[in-house]
């Protein structure tokens, strides 16, 4: 079975073809800014032009705009082949790839959020969410956080408030998607953004 992941939640964008659990092709790019428009190229490139019969797609939390896409684009490809599409947590991405290069650990997550805050979760050296995911100014998030292990591109900076632990600043990367447990795949297909938006409806007026 060939599955495609497509990761654009955060700053990084990444894509990845896999046969089984063997990669077949794949690409990372820290883009920052313009996932709209590199996604789409970044799966044509791919063999087959990512035709895959199964979707994996990062729901989330991370970049507004970048959540959207990704998810908008599985869906239209899901639509499009007759396939099966499955969000998974960025953060428990970024958690799997920290446990594959350091062993099974306990693993914080600390990424960029919006506001000036971060978005933290706490993982088990198995996968299991042990601190639910949480939109937080810094200096609440390293009170929270208490594993050594700290990963994301906020990793160091929390190590550094903390004054203790390892960090290893990583990003998601669709091209590690068979190290993600099962228990990181979301019930359901909707962006998970981390925190309340921005903006509010108005309270209707009394009659």
């Known amino acids: 079975m060939r599955t495609l992941v497509i990761d654009s939640a955060t700053e990084a964008c990444s894509v990845a073809l896999f046969e089984g659990d063997a990669l077949v092709a794949g690409e990372f790019r820290m883009l920052g800014r313009g996932h709209a428009e590199a996604l789409v190229p970044m799966i044509s490139a791919l063999p087959d032009r990512g035709r895959a019969d199964y979707i994996a797609v990062a729901l989330g939390p991370g970049s507004f705009t970048g959540v959207r896409v990704g998810l ?72 929270a956080s208490e594993e050594d292990l700290v990963a994301g591109n906020q990793a160091a900076a929390l190590v550094a408030l903390r004054g203790n632990g390892h960090a290893l600043e990583i990003w998601p990367d669709a091209r590690a998607f068979p190290r993600l447990p099962n228990q990181a795949f979301l019930a359901d297909l909707h962006p998970v953004y981390g925190r309340e938006p921005d903006a509010k409806l108005p309270l209707a007026k009394l009659a």
């Open 72 to 143: 908008a684009t599985a869906r239209a490809l899901a639509l499009a082949w007759g396939t099966e599409t499955r969000g998974y947590s960025s953060l428990a991405m970024i958690a799997a790839m920290a446990r594959a290069e350091h062993g099974d650990v306990p693993v914080a997550v600390a990424m960029t959020g919006g506001h000036g805050e971060w978005f933290t979760q706490g993982f088990a050296p198995n996968g299991d969410t042990t601190r639910a995911l949480a939109s937080l100014k810094p200096d609440l998030a390293a009170q």
